[in-house]
């Protein structure tokens, strides 16, 4: 075996080494329940849009990102709290939810996902005639 190993996720190939586990952050997440479906904000900085993977399926969600901490030219960090970029964070979907019509928006390293209840099960407003 080689120290290195290509390990393959989709079309992305990921460079991983055998001797160094590969550590992942669970970002933060702050969640909101309306009556029209759910939302999610999740702490994500450094990572942009084209280094963000979110998956949904009927009953599972999971959201996974690589971050990039640049290093001013010609520095080298001596002590780093943080050490991994690499965020990732899955939720069990209730069925009430309609996980294909999931709306994501990143902004300021702050993603927001938007998951609307199924139409039939929000409360509606009955007029009385």
Known sequence: MTDKQVA?????????????PEFVLRPPVDIFEDAEG??????????????????ADRNSLVIEGRGAIDMPQGMEALYAEVRSTGFR??????????????????????????????????PRKIEVR
């Open 38 to 55: 759910i939302t999610l904000q999740l702490d994500m900085p450094g990572v942009a849009k084209d280094r963000l993977d979110i998956q």
């Open 89 to 122: 964070r899955s939720f069990a979907l209730s069925s009430e939810l309609e996980p294909e019509k999931i709306d994501a928006n990143l902004k300021d390293g702050v993603l927001t996902l938007r998951i609307p209840r199924r139409a039939e099960l929000r």
């Open 8 to 20: 393959t996720k989709g079309a992305a190939e990921v460079e991983r080494s055998e001797r160094e």
